[in-house]
């Protein structure tokens, strides 16, 4: 046996250990078309290697494909992205605006999500309106770097590739060929894939003990209520990004889905919890609380107990992300497809990492997601969870002639950028609320969509709730 065949020999062995131990989910679609010359090689070893799928690991170029026309006629499901790279004046907490850039009018951009093996054809059209050239470096992808190049104003790029690897990955900006990269994702031109695995997501076990020592395992189904949570810094002088500080990471701002305490309580929440809305629920958290802000209010996340929740998170910064939620317990963290933990208390992202945390709020109650270094706690990495009914609000809720509700989602609906598109094992939101960093343009197609303004539609409920509580005697 020559050198050659014993390398692939082992390679099989390991592979067929492999498949055999965990099972093989390459198939034969994956392996057909390949222009090998089997003259030169070991006939068995080569049936071995297409028994497991094993192909992939001596030949990984030919999953490096960016020609859509043989992507797009393999029979794979194909999905078309398209983005556009716009720079826009986005406001800041203070009331000031800053300059950013976007993909597509939202930072962050919008999200992608299709299924392992699935074909992403992903389109980067720059207007001619815009100053600079852009690309998109998107991390779920295994093809030449080339294919980022940067694209000129009034220019469009496409390319393809096979979305092999389950989990979430971030996309990006790739400057002007890398020139001032740093510039135009901190500025706002980053967003995520979601690759669900092929064989779909896995169900969560939680341990429970029973008090006299023995533990009880208890199974929720795969499917999930689902949140996306991108965290990432803005470095900022006079509304500008200044390098000088990101390379002394001296940030502005922490934002999670492009902003700075996003999800926090509002006068609405302050109307229904405390009867009035200028008496504020938390003093210190309510950083955006009034009309006047509309799409970029504080909104809560709402969700049931005993309902599994599944969290997409990407660090799509420059700082680290020690992930926490203050009062709960992560049940379950899987990075790529693989799980890494569970039942843990906090859990660390570096830079352009991402993870799926999986859990079940049990008790009713607010719970705080934060980054736990407390300077991104301080300046905006906080996102409040409300589980089920803390507050007893379900007896207005059914003094306003509906039925009792198992969280206020179904009320007041969970923030449209804190929600990913829908997979193969998620639980719909009952509503969506408009909330992000959006441009008009954005907002116009998320209301025709069927999100909710409550900027516009709360005033109008406020004379009935008002009405409901006096009667319950609560104000
Ligand atoms: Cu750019």
Redesign the pocket.
């Given at each position: 046996m020559n050198k050659k065949t014993s390398m692939l020999f082992t390679i099989a062995a390991v592979a067929v250990m492999g498949a055999t131990l965990f099972g093989s989910t390459y198939t034969n679609t994956q392996i057909s078309g390949q222009a090998l010359d089997i003259n030169k090689m070991d006939v068995e070893v080569l049936e071995k290697i297409h028994q497991m799928g094993g192909l992939q690991l001596v030949m990984p170029q030919a999953f490096a494909e960016t020609d859509c026309g043989v992507l797009e006629s393999s029979g794979r499901t194909v999905h078309d992205f398209q983005l556009t790279?716009e720079s826009h004046e986005m406001p800041l907490l203070n009331g000031e605006t800053y300059n950013a850039?976007t993909f597509s009018g939202q930072v962050p951009g919008p999200t992608l999500r299709v299924t392992q093996g699935d074909v992403v054809k992903m389109t980067l059209t720059i207007p001619s309106t815009e100053m600079?050239?852009?690309?998109n470096d998107m991390h779920a992808s295994q093809i030449t770097a080339g294919a980022f190049e940067s694209v000129n104003p009034g220019e469009s790029t496409t390319y393809c590739y096979i979305a092999e690897s389950a989990g979430i990955f971030k996309y990006h900006?790739?400057?002007?060929k890398l020139a001032?990269m740093d510039q135009?994702v901190l500025s706002g031109?980053y967003g995520i894939a979601i690759v669900d695995p092929a064989n779909g997501y896995k169900k969560l076990m939680v341990e429970k003990t029973s008090g006299s020592g023995e533990l009880d395992r208890k199974f929720y189904d795969a499917d999930a209520l689902e949140f996306q949570l991108q965290y990432n810094q803005l470095y900022l002088t006079d509304g500008n990004y200044d390098m000088g500080k990101m390379m002394s990471h001296q940030n502005t701002a922490t934002v999670v889905n492009g902003m700075q305490f996003g999800y926090v309580p509002n006068m609405a929440h302050n109307l229904l919890v405390m009867g009035d809305p200028e008496k504020k629920i938390s003093a210190v958290l309510q950083a955006r609380d009034g009309l006047d802000l509309e799409e970029t209010q504080g909104q809560l996340l709402f969700v049931e107990n005993d309902q599994h929740v599944r969290i997409f998170i990407e660090n799509q910064g420059n700082e680290p992300v020690f992930f926490h939620i203050v009062g709960e317990i992560l049940d379950r963290i899987t990075q790529g497809n693989r799980v890494q933990s569970a039942a843990t208390e906090t859990w660390l992202l570096g830079g352009s990492q991402g993870m799926i945390v999986d859990l079940v709020f049990d008790e009713p109650g607010v719970y705080a997601a934060v980054n736990h270094d407390y300077a991104a706690i301080y300046s905006g990495a906080v996102t409040v969870f409300v589980a089920g009914d803390p507050f007893n609000l379900n007896p207005i809720v059914e003094g306003l002639g509906m039925d009792a509700v198992p969280s206020y989602a179904y009320v007041l609906g969970n923030p449209s950028d804190a929600v990913p598109p829908m997979g193969q094992n998620s639980i719909a939101h009952p509503a969506l609320n408009i909330h992000g960093m959006y441009t008009d343009e954005v907002i116009s197609d998320l209301k025709a969509d069927g999100a909710i303004p409550l900027w516009e539609v709360v005033p109008e409920l406020a004379g009935p709730i008002i009405e409901v509580m006096t009667d319950l005697g609560r104000i």
């Amino acid at each position: 046996m020559n050198k050659k065949t014993s390398m692939l020999f082992t390679i099989a062995a390991v592979a067929v250990m492999g498949a055999t131990l965990f099972g093989s989910t390459y198939t034969n679609t994956q392996i057909s078309g390949q222009a090998l010359d089997i003259n030169k090689m070991d006939v068995e070893v080569l049936e071995k290697i297409h028994q497991m799928g094993g192909l992939q690991l001596v030949m990984p170029q030919a999953f490096a494909e960016t020609d859509c026309g043989v992507l797009e006629s393999s029979g794979r499901t194909v999905h078309d992205f398209q983005l556009t790279g716009e720079s826009h004046e986005m406001p800041l907490l203070n009331g000031e605006t800053y300059n950013a850039m976007t993909f597509s009018g939202q930072v962050p951009g919008p999200t992608l999500r299709v299924t392992q093996g699935d074909v992403v054809k992903m389109t980067l059209t720059i207007p001619s309106t815009e100053m600079v050239g852009h690309g998109n470096d998107m991390h779920a992808s295994q093809i030449t770097a080339g294919a980022f190049e940067s694209v000129n104003p009034g220019e469009s790029t496409t390319y393809c590739y096979i979305a092999e690897s389950a989990g979430i990955f971030k996309y990006h900006c790739s400057g002007v060929k890398l020139a001032a990269m740093d510039q135009h994702v901190l500025s706002g031109m980053y967003g995520i894939a979601i690759v669900d695995p092929a064989n779909g997501y896995k169900k969560l076990m939680v341990e429970k003990t029973s008090g006299s020592g023995e533990l009880d395992r208890k199974f929720y189904d795969a499917d999930a209520l689902e949140f996306q949570l991108q965290y990432n810094q803005l470095y900022l002088t006079d509304g500008n990004y200044d390098m000088g500080k990101m390379m002394s990471h001296q940030n502005t701002a922490t934002v999670v889905n492009g902003m700075q305490f996003g999800y926090v309580p509002n006068m609405a929440h302050n109307l229904l919890v405390m009867g009035d809305p200028e008496k504020k629920i938390s003093a210190v958290l309510q950083a955006r609380d009034g009309l006047d802000l509309e799409e970029t209010q504080g909104q809560l996340l709402f969700v049931e107990n005993d309902q599994h929740v599944r969290i997409f998170i990407e660090n799509q910064g420059n700082e680290p992300v020690f992930f926490h939620i203050v009062g709960e317990i992560l049940d379950r963290i899987t990075q790529g497809n693989r799980v890494q933990s569970a039942a843990t208390e906090t859990w660390l992202l570096g830079g352009s990492q991402g993870m799926i945390v999986d859990l079940v709020f049990d008790e009713p109650g607010v719970y705080a997601a934060v980054n736990h270094d407390y300077a991104a706690i301080y300046s905006g990495a906080v996102t409040v969870f409300v589980a089920g009914d803390p507050f007893n609000l379900n007896p207005i809720v059914e003094g306003l002639g509906m039925d009792a509700v198992p969280s206020y989602a179904y009320v007041l609906g969970n923030p449209s950028d804190a929600v990913p598109p829908m997979g193969q094992n998620s639980i719909a939101h009952p509503a969506l609320n408009i909330h992000g960093m959006y441009t008009d343009e954005v907002i116009s197609d998320l209301k025709a969509d069927g999100a909710i303004p409550l900027w516009e539609v709360v005033p109008e409920l406020a004379g009935p709730i008002i009405e409901v509580m006096t009667d319950l005697g609560r104000i």
